[in-house]
């Protein structure tokens, strides 16, 4: 009896992967292919969500794609970038392997692993993704149970993977194309050009449509932004380098993708300044997350765990443009950074 059940369970995986190639093997959006992992995987192997992680041209950052099947979960938004060194995506490019943590709880290994169990991830697989030899993205599929994925799920998984592989490394072009230009070199966020493409609404849904892939508003009503200075960074560089200061500025740019699940415009706007832009966030939204950012970065810290202390301005009005908005944000911004001054000697710790 238990041959058969081991037959018949590889039958309907073996069928689930030929639905899974008929439906990806034309595609070239990512979306469309996490739906047909969620339709055609989901039902076999039991995830809470399912990543799909693609190198960008300089090999230093991932696009990230991902979904949830649990609504409460934070995930990784739609076209979210993030850097490589350190964590788990830059083991699976070196190893050339899948890598399988049963459970978040007992052993963190990488750099996200503290974050992904704070959002109560406990078990994961990180699968690559293989062009001609080469790792050029990883699949991760989570759950929030321990010892979640047996050995014929992670040997299934791998099989999905390379399912997947050619639709993916198609995609993998078309974001590149993309995201040459529109990107912060140092820290994987959209620079300061990206944001001269968004001068008014039209301009903003524009830049959605093109980056983003995924957002759930049809109109603009109003917008918040969030500009964001480091606390004493030319002190930090004087005391331990430049090298260090963009170590910091990698950790940092981190801990706002984190701080801001569901948000993904994150940009670079100045040397140690970010800018994020809420389209149709309240006002009270928009300080909760300043909040968040300030708290995650002071416990969180940086490359060395070290707190970062921060300054933000916060503006939020209906939708005219982001100009005049940006002035504004700056002006709150160093205004707070006046009104905190001295800081607390704890939050001058490096």
Not at 179 to 196: E, I, K, M, P, Y
Not at 212 to 226: G, Q, T
Not at 259 to 282: C, M, S, W
Not at 310 to 336: C, F, P, Q
Request: with cysteine; proline share 3%; charged share 25%.
């Amino acid at each position: 009896m238990d041959d058969l059940q081991t037959l018949l369970a590889e039958i309907s995986r073996l069928r689930a992967l030929n639905r899974l190639l008929r439906a990806t093997r034309d595609s070239i959006h990512t979306l469309d292919i996490l739906h047909a992992v969620r339709d055609h995987i989901g039902t076999l192997v039991a995830f809470d969500r399912f990543g799909l992680l693609v190198a960008e041209p300089r090999g230093k950052y991932c696009i990230v794609h991902e979904l949830v099947t649990k609504t409460d979960l934070n995930f990784c938004p739609p076209g979210s970038i993030m850097p490589i060194a350190g964590t788990a995506v830059e083991w699976v490019f070196n190893e050339l392997r899948t890598h399988v943590n049963p459970d978040l709880g007992h052993k963190k290994e990488f750099l996200e692993d503290q974050s992904l169990y704070n959002d109560r991830i406990r078990s994961i697989v990180r699968v690559p993704l293989f062009k001609s030899g080469m790792a050029f993205g990883v699949m991760t599929v989570k759950s929030t149970a321990p010892d979640q994925f047996s050995e014929s799920d992670v040997t299934f998984l791998e099989d999905v993977g390379m399912q997947l592989s050619s639709a993916l490394y198609v995609s993998k072009l078309v974001m590149e194309l993309k995201l040459q230009a529109s990107t912060d070199a140092l820290t994987g966020v959209f620079n300061r050009r990206a944001l001269h493409e968004i001068r008014d609404q039209q301009g903003l849904k524009v830049f959605l449509e093109e980056f983003v892939v995924d957002y759930d508003f049809e109109d603009i009503r109003s917008v918040a932004v969030l500009l964001i200075d480091l606390d004493d960074f030319k002190l930090y560089n004087d005391q331990y380098g430049h090298d260090e200061g963009d170590r910091r500025l990698v950790a940092f740019a981190q801990i706002l993708r984190y701080a801001t699940p569901g948000h993904q415009l994150i940009f670079r706007y100045g040397g140690d300044e970010f800018l994020v832009v809420l389209p149709n966030a309240t006002e009270i939204e928009a300080h909760n997350i300043a909040g968040h950012i300030r708290q995650t970065a002071y416990k969180n810290g940086d490359h060395h765990g070290q707190p970062m202390s921060v300054s933000i301005g916060v503006k939020h009005d209906t939708w005219e443009g982001l100009a005049k908005l940006i002035r504004d944000a700056d002006a709150a911004m160093y205004d707070n950074k006046r009104r905190r001054q001295p800081q607390e000697p704890e939050a001058r710790l490096f």
